[in-house]
């Protein structure tokens, strides 16, 4: 064994050891601070694109919930109109049957022409009003429900319009349908029979497209849970063992100083050569 006072060959060593426990303890410490063994590319390249292009599709995926709660919303306000429609069209058409007799008197027909009158213009508000995010799929000219599906934008979903306007394709009823005779009010009760039915078509045709809209919400919602699943799979840490391992290194990183110091004392023993 050689003796110097210019190279300490044990001290080097311990001081190479002390540097790799210090990294691995900073390591350890990352990894407990953020929770995850994988934050960056430096830490693992290939996982970390991997994380970052599910991340990706996870931000689409929520994209697409909110297209299509937007879309709920929608149709849930068109279903509700044409609900109130179909409820006024059964008052319209008690009053109407009423009118039919050919017993009543001028007052009572008056009286039923008028509450006639104010269930038909009912029917206009509401089909005016049933609008949401600037959709309103039962006027005239109304716009079909759409949503993504694909968070890629490759698909969508989409409802068709309904007009439920008076004089329209499914309430044949007109603005000015008055019941103010019995010739008028047979003509009413005919019209109003056939528009029940139509609105009532409509009501299952939105309701089928709730449904959809339902089950595509349920399904990109698990999707989503399921990449974020996958994605802490791949980068999330393990702290139980992280906090082992931090113990452990602790405890290492003081025997390293510890070795360093009795490695720094190696070269006071050549003074005792020159006693």
């Not at 109130?84 to 009053?95: N, R």
């Not at 019209?191 to 089950?215: P, W």
Request: proline residues 1%; neutral net charge; glycine residues 6%.
């Amino acid at each position: 064994m050689s003796y110097s006072v210019n190279t300490n060959a044990g001290a080097f060593v311990a001081l190479q050891n002390l540097h790799k426990t210090n990294k691995m303890l900073g390591e350890v410490q990352t990894r407990i601070n953020t929770g995850l063994k994988v934050s960056s590319a430096k830490d693992d390249a290939a996982t970390f694109a991997i994380a970052q292009n599910l991340r990706a599709d996870v931000s689409g995926l929520g994209a697409v919930k909110g297209s299509l709660a937007r879309a709920s919303s929608s149709l849930d306000v068109a279903i509700a109109a044409a609900e109130a429609v179909s409820d006024l069209l059964i008052e319209m058409k008690e009053k109407a049957v009423a009118a039919k007799d050919s017993g009543l008197d001028t007052a009572s027909r008056t009286a039923l022409s008028q509450d006639f009158a104010q269930l038909r213009d009912q029917i206009s508000s509401i089909i005016e009003n049933a609008e949401f995010n600037g959709v309103n799929a039962v006027r005239a000219d109304g716009r079909a429900i759409s949503a993504i599906t694909d968070p890629n934008g490759g698909k969508n979903l989409a409802i068709a319009a309904q007009d439920l306007s008076l004089g329209g394709a499914n309430v044949s009823i007109s603005a000015t349908q008055a019941i103010g005779t019995q010739a008028l009010a047979s003509v009413a009760v005919d019209q109003l029979t056939a528009a029940i039915d139509n609105v009532n078509a409509v009501l299952s045709k939105f309701g089928a497209g709730a449904k959809r809209i339902a089950i595509q919400k349920s399904f990109v919602a698990k999707l989503s849970d399921t990449i974020e699943v996958g994605i802490g799979n791949l980068v999330d840490a393990d702290l139980a063992k992280e906090a082992a391992n931090l113990q452990a290194l602790q405890v290492k990183q003081q025997l390293g100083l510890q070795a360093l110091s009795i490695a720094n004392q190696s070269p006071s023993s050549i003074l005792s050569l020159f006693r």
